[in-house]
């Protein structure tokens, strides 16, 4: 009897914060980790830009061998354009379910200086467990002020997933 060997995915998401030229009304608001982040500037992206969302998908898609964000919720798709990452993330989570996969967990580590994610820790590990259907861990880093995470010009995803082969 062979065992069942657990495949592990990385996927990884940046995106810069909205600047006053980039909003022509009112400002982006913040989608992190499947939560608003009321007062904060949002991120510049084709859907709502949640790198933790976004790194998550590409983890699952890694793992399961079906590809990455773009090439399952590509740009030039209209149906995706500003499209909620939780909304990816479920569909993400379908899409590796379907190929034959049970998704055993997901880790997602955020990187950057705003928003504070410890306060809301649990409340995102719910939203983000939910959409995938399986534990959800989320930590966050910053860089000591370096890079652009470090200057707080953007976020920066980092993601690991563990998927099992259903035999």
Do not use: Y
Request: hydrophobic share 50%; charged share 15%; net charge negative.
């Amino acid at each position: 009897m062979n065992p069942v060997v657990p495949l592990v995915g990385i996927g990884v998401d940046v995106h810069a914060f909205a600047t006053e030229q980039d909003v022509e009304v009112e400002p982006r608001p913040l989608r992190l980790a499947g939560l608003d982040w009321p007062g904060q500037h949002g991120l510049l992206g084709h859907s709502d830009a949640d790198v933790v969302c976004h790194a998550a998908c590409n983890a699952l898609f890694s793992a399961a061998g079906l590809g990455d964000l773009g090439s399952n919720f590509g740009t030039a798709e209209p149906e995706w354009k500003g499209a909620a990452g939780t909304v990816l993330l479920a569909e993400a989570a379908r899409r590796v379910r379907a190929a034959g996969f049970v998704i055993g967990n997901v880790a997602v580590q955020v990187v950057g200086v705003r928003p504070k994610i410890g306060p809301r820790r649990a409340e995102a590990e719910a939203v983000l467990a939910e959409a995938v259907g399986a534990p959800v861990r989320l930590s966050a880093a910053t860089t000591d002020g370096l890079g652009f995470t470090g200057r707080a010009e953007g976020l920066t995803g980092i993601a690991t997933a563990i998927v099992f082969p259903v035999s």
